[in-house]
């Protein structure tokens, strides 16, 4: 049974490390496909930058919400899982 | 150049709309929270809503330094900033889960501030365009 308690907060840990990581992975990659399509435009056009930079602003606001929503659940999954004090209590006996 | 100027119109319309949605939201979800939820939960709202609408006004000041011509700021000044805000968040985020001050729910609910606000402006604009496109 305390083995089984255990591979439970392994797998918590796990799918936070996991989930983190993928985050990060599609938002840089998003981010960063913004950001050079942005710098391209202005590039290309310097007097649409007040234009473009408008347009990216609530891109990455979007892009970067993407990202804290996985720390918050990553957090809540090594920090505040609602059902670790259940599995603690299996864990004790 | 008709069709420019609309677009520039709309963008920009879509920001002040965001950006005044954003208090807007955060106030009135503080408020039902206080109304309705527990304490945890409304700690929760009003510290994720003033993480998310801070970061947004800081982003937005960062991105016209670096972007709008003719004074941009240097790049390293940009870089520092960026990942300055976003380990503060990190930071802060984690000190409120890892230490229990807040209901992972209503930390949920203020973090998504910004993103509501955003969805609504663009239903917003959607429902405008096409209305007058069928009143043309």
Same mark, same amino acid.
């Given at each position: 049974?305390?083995?089984?308690?255990? @591979?439970?907060?392994?797998?918590?840990?796990?799918?936070?490390?996991?989930?983190?990581?993928?985050?990060?992975?599609?938002?840089?990659?998003?981010?960063?496909?913004?950001? @050079?399509?942005?710098?391209?435009?202005?590039?290309?056009?310097?007097? $649409?930058?007040?234009?473009?930079?408008?347009?990216?602003?609530?891109?990455?606001?979007?892009?970067? $919400?993407?990202?804290?929503?996985?720390?918050?659940?990553?957090?809540?999954?090594?920090?505040?899982?609602?059902?670790?004090?259940?599995? $603690? @209590?299996?864990?004790? @006996? | %150049?008709?069709?420019?100027?609309?677009?520039?119109?709309?963008?920009?319309?879509?920001?002040?709309?965001?950006?005044?949605?954003?208090?807007?939201?955060?106030?009135?979800?503080?408020?039902?929270?206080?109304?309705?939820?527990?304490?945890?939960?409304?700690?929760?709202?009003?510290?994720?809503?003033?993480?998310?609408?801070?970061?947004? !006004?800081?982003?937005?000041?960062?991105?016209?330094?670096?972007?709008?011509?003719?004074?941009?700021?240097?790049?390293?000044?940009?870089?520092?900033?960026?990942?300055?805000?976003?380990?503060?968040?990190?930071?802060?985020?984690?000190?409120?889960?890892?230490? !229990?001050?807040? !209901?992972?729910?209503?930390?949920?609910?203020?973090?998504?501030?910004?993103?509501?606000?955003? %969805? %609504?402006?663009?239903?917003?604009?959607?429902?405008?365009?096409?209305?007058?496109?069928?009143?043309?």
């Amino acid at each position: 049974m305390e083995a089984e308690a255990l @591979k439970f907060f392994i797998a918590c840990v796990t799918a936070a490390g996991f989930g983190i990581a993928v985050a990060a992975f599609g938002c840089g990659i998003a981010q960063g496909l913004g950001l @050079k399509a942005a710098v391209e435009g202005i590039a290309r056009n310097p007097e $649409s930058s007040g234009k473009v930079t408008v347009t990216l602003l609530i891109g990455l606001a979007m892009i970067e $919400s993407l990202c804290i929503y996985a720390l918050v659940i990553a957090l809540i999954l090594i920090y505040a899982h609602p059902q670790a004090e259940a599995i $603690s @209590k299996l864990f004790g @006996k | %150049m008709a069709a420019d100027l609309d677009k520039t119109e709309i963008q920009q319309r879509i920001l002040t709309f965001v950006t005044w949605a954003n208090w807007l939201l955060f106030a009135g979800a503080s408020v039902a929270g206080l109304l309705i939820a527990t304490p945890e939960m409304v700690i929760g709202i009003v510290c994720g809503g003033l993480i998310v609408t801070v970061n947004f !006004h800081l982003l937005s000041r960062t991105l016209k330094k670096s972007l709008a011509p003719p004074c941009i700021q240097s790049h390293n000044i940009i870089l520092a900033k960026y990942y300055l805000r976003f380990t503060v968040s990190g930071v802060i985020i984690f000190i409120l889960i890892a230490g !229990h001050f807040v !209901h992972p729910l209503g930390l949920f609910i203020g973090l998504s501030v910004v993103v509501a606000s955003i %969805m %609504m402006a663009t239903v917003r604009e959607i429902t405008k365009l096409l209305f007058f496109k069928e009143a043309m």
